[in-house]
């Protein structure tokens, strides 16, 4: 069983930035493919990135160019940093983690076994 844990979310004005981190139990965190997801209110659950071990990264076009996924093995952490935020980024934002695969960049829900509670992030006009 694998357990994650997001912070770093919070309230920010559009155009700032915010760092999010999600920290995971468990030895094989390397081997597993991570994902951050966003959920708006009223609104599907959404991926936003992806990270294999090898640091290959996938990410959603909304995004692109603006969000960076990174991860440090060494600490069982993924981060999320997120620059020239705007109103539309704002979500509860959700990190999962992939067992079964080190290296495919699923963009669905159904490609990730664990989820973590969820982190909220408020942008303001």
């Known amino acids: 069983q694998v357990q994650l844990v997001e912070s770093g979310g919070g309230l920010v004005q559009a155009g700032g930035s915010l760092r999010l981190s999600c920290a995971a139990s468990?030895?094989?965190?390397?081997?597993?493919?991570m994902g951050w997801f966003r959920q708006a209110p009223g609104k599907e659950r959404e991926f936003v990135a992806a990270?294999?071990?090898?640091?290959?990264?996938y990410y959603a076009d909304s995004v692109k160019g603006r969000f960076t996924i990174s991860r440090d093995n060494a600490k069982n952490t993924v981060y999320l940093q997120m620059n020239s935020l705007k109103p539309e980024d704002t979500a509860v934002y959700y990190c999962a983690a992939d067992r079964t695969s080190s290296w495919y960049l699923g963009s669905q829900e159904k490609d990730y076994d664990y989820w973590g509670q969820g982190t909220q992030v408020t942008v303001s006009s």
């Open positions: 468990g030895r094989t965190f390397s081997s597993y493919v």
């Open positions: 990270i294999a071990w090898s640091r290959n990264t």
